[in-house]
């Protein structure tokens, strides 16, 4: 009788990574000219970020460096998720972006009926924010993995503890 096989379907991000990369968009920021006398910073908070500076234009630079350091060290900017930009203290705006990790609902089900509707001989099921995937051929977990490559569900995917 075959083995089962499986794997788990999760949307996280590393948090080093994110660290690392706050690190060098902050370094680049107090290095550029464009920047000199700016009150311009990123902060790095539990589970979010927090951009602030001058002015929307500015704020708009620090995003985009923010978001090219990310892209360089793996980090995908489908984890963010920007609020809206409000005024601060000392004449600056500033922005919440908050990290999305786990899977929703809505998500593992749309994930759930995707590999149903594929007729893909594989078994998924729900397991909190994360979505398992088992089935006796390692070749269907893979055309699983493809066909979920190539969908945008709008969320980061990683596909880990294939066994």
Do not use: W
Request: proline share 1%; no cysteine.
């Amino acid at each position: 009788m075959a083995k089962e096989s499986s794997f788990d379907i999760v949307s996280q991000i590393d948090m080093q990574e994110v660290t690392n990369a706050v690190h060098q968009a902050q370094k680049e920021i107090e290095q550029r000219f464009d920047f000199k006398n700016s009150k311009s910073s990123i902060e790095l908070q539990e589970n979010k970020l927090i951009l602030i500076s001058d002015d929307d234009f500015k704020l708009h630079n620090v995003t985009d460096i923010l978001e090219s350091k990310l892209v360089k060290r793996q980090v995908s900017l489908k984890a963010l998720d920007y609020g809206k930009i409000s005024p601060a203290a000392g004449d600056t705006v500033r922005q919440e972006v908050n990290f999305v990790q786990g899977i929703s609902q809505e998500k593992a089900k749309q994930i759930n009926k995707m590999i149903k509707d594929s007729k893909i001989k594989v078994s998924s099921s729900i397991q909190g924010d994360q979505v398992r995937v088992s089935g006796k051929d390692k070749d269907d977990l893979q055309a699983v993995i493809a066909l979920l490559r190539k969908q945008d569900l709008g969320i980061d995917l990683q596909f880990i503890n294939y066994r």
